[in-house]
């Protein structure tokens, strides 16, 4: 517990009673046999359940924390790269803060339950990842799917609007990837200062959160739908009459011959490079 204890020294606005606490649970977690909450803890400690109840009332900083120990742990001689998803937690009951429909992955559908935004660093050399920031998905109105305006004219007109149609939000105001964009923006200042790309999957190649990582000074590499309409740019003559002709024609991925070759890794795996127009 030595690197602990050395981190919660450095750590500001923590009293030494909470200082104990934090070495007592850290090290009991590694202990417990089953789920980890308050009643179990108390079993393989000298705490009291009350105690841990007490203490989880009181505020810790668990990204600077996790920062602190991050810099210890990372090998500045790897290459390091920082990582965003989230994760699906199922939790049951009607009083929950924050359960709603989410994605779960490993059942391939939207379930009820809870969802986590992580953000961590990645060693690329031994695979080695250190969670920076969890972060809880919020609750959001659930969105309306556009409708054929004729058609939803008419309904319009001969049914009045019930109380489920009330509760759908046509256009949000703020939406999930509002709350990853966020949570990224708000973790950027604890990343290592030689991370200078971020690694995520198809869902979050949005505008806005294309915008949030411009702005944190990050690179982004992710992939895009598979329905995803790209055009090549237009670099040949221009019109002298008429608006500038933007697009040369629709991207096939198939097709190598438009692609800048970079690099070939290994047998079989080849790196080709292309600036094309995503059509939202």
Known sequence: ??????????????????????????????????????????RYSSLSEKTYRRHFLKNFDFAEFNQYFINKALDSEQTIIAVIDCSFIDKSGKKTEGKASFYNGVAGRPEEGLEISVISVVEVETHLSYSVSVQQTPWRPPTELPKNPLTAQRKRKSKKPTKKKARLCSTPEITRVDDYAQHLKKTRSLLPESVRYLVADGYYCRAKFWDA????????????????????????????????????????????????????????????????????
């Open 1 to 42: 517990m030595n690197i602990l204890e050395s981190i919660l020294q450095q750590m500001s606005g923590i009293s030494q009673s909470q200082k104990k606490f934090m070495v007592t649970l850290f090290s009991t977690i590694l202990l417990v046999y089953g789920k980890v909450n308050f009643t179990n803890l108390s």
């Open 213 to 280: 990582v411009r702005n944190s000074n990050l690179n982004l590499i992710s992939k895009l739908r598979s329905d995803a309409n790209l055009k090549y740019l237009y670099t040949g003559e221009k019109n002298k009459i008429g608006a500038p002709r933007k697009y040369d024609g629709k991207v096939e991925c198939n097709k190598l011959k438009n692609l800048t070759f970079i690099k070939e890794f290994q047998p079989g795996v080849k790196l080709y490079s292309l600036v094309v127009w995503s059509v939202s």
